[in-house]
């Protein structure tokens, strides 16, 4: 499945926008067909009808009416209509509000206005796709049909007062366990530096020697460090990593599962497979086919 790569703000000739869809399946208005992409905006999409499944960055999820998501900056992502809404004489139909606006007109007012703090944490860790769920999600919904019906000022105060409810709820989970693309921003110091070297080398075989050495640490003292600061074993984390990239190479290229072994330094398919499976609860073969299966 390739990813398209686009940026909306010229296309939609806005910052900012909410658009309320009402399509016999779900399809981004910028393309032919679903397509798998990414773009700079935020987005938060609610499905008011309609069924299938979601890819979030590498998480394959199934969606139904209710389903609430807000997306990070450049998170890949495709709502794709259950088969039964591509049949010739199929009466369904597919509603959503899509909200997308540009992070930068924010970015400055959040950055140095101290109570907007929970706003930009919560902005930040949208990278790993956040779902709304419960009363919140409810309220939001109303909101967002609200919104679409303002201009100006009030439509800022709006979308600023939805991100607030989102950041402060506890009604609210993450899409993508495995974040592997924001570490820099919460560990400033040496940890960087090993995180930088593990993903620019997760096909080669990586050593606990290499990383302490790397943190200026003995070994135990770095398995110390390294256990406090991310509340995971080293081997944990490395494997986390290995299998993100796994999962992305399953769904964006059509390498074999043995290749793809050996470009997220397993040294073996089967030892690939049998961890692939205990972190996804399904083989990389049936991961592949249900990712294909959706593209068909």
């Not at 397509?35 to 987005?43: C, K, R, T, V, W």
Request: hydrophobic share 40%.
């Amino acid at each position: 499945m390739r990813l398209l790569k686009t940026e909306l703000t010229p296309l939609i000739d806005d910052l900012m926008k909410v658009d309320l869809r009402s399509q016999p399946f779900l399809a981004s208005p910028f393309h032919h067909q679903p397509a798998f992409h990414s773009h700079p905006e935020l987005e938060l999409v609610f499905v008011i009808e309609g069924f299938g499944k979601r890819i979030i960055g590498n998480t394959v999820e199934p969606f139904e009416a209710g389903d609430m998501v807000f997306i990070g900056s450049n998170v890949p992502h495709l709502w794709l209509s259950d088969p039964v809404f591509y049949e010739e004489h199929s009466t369904l139909q597919s509603r959503v509000i899509v909200t997308y606006f540009n992070p930068k007109i924010f970015t400055q007012m959040f950055d140095s206005i101290k109570e907007f703090h929970q706003i930009r944490d919560m902005i930040r860790q949208s990278s790993k796709g956040i779902r709304i769920c419960g009363e919140t999600r409810n309220i939001i919904a109303n909101k967002l049909v609200e919104l679409s019906e303002l201009q100006g000022f009030s439509k800022i105060e709006g979308l600023l007062q939805i991100m607030n409810l989102i950041s402060v709820s506890e009604e609210k989970s993450f899409i993508v366990n495995d974040d592997t693309d924001h570490y820099d921003d919460l560990y400033p110091d040496r940890l960087v530096n090993v995180i930088k070297f593990i993903k620019d080398n997760l096909h080669n075989q990586i050593t606990l020697h290499q990383v302490a050495d790397i943190a200026c640490m003995t070994e135990q003292s770095f398995c110390r460090f390294f256990k406090r600061r991310l509340k995971k074993s080293f081997s944990q984390f490395l494997n986390e990593l290995r299998i993100a990239h796994a999962r992305e190479l399953l769904i964006q290229t059509d390498k074999s599962v043995n290749d793809i072994a050996y470009l997220c330094g397993f040294k073996s398919s089967s030892h690939f497979c049998h961890v692939f499976k205990g972190h996804s609860g399904e083989s990389p073969v049936q991961y592949k086919l249900a990712i294909k299966r959706m593209d068909d």
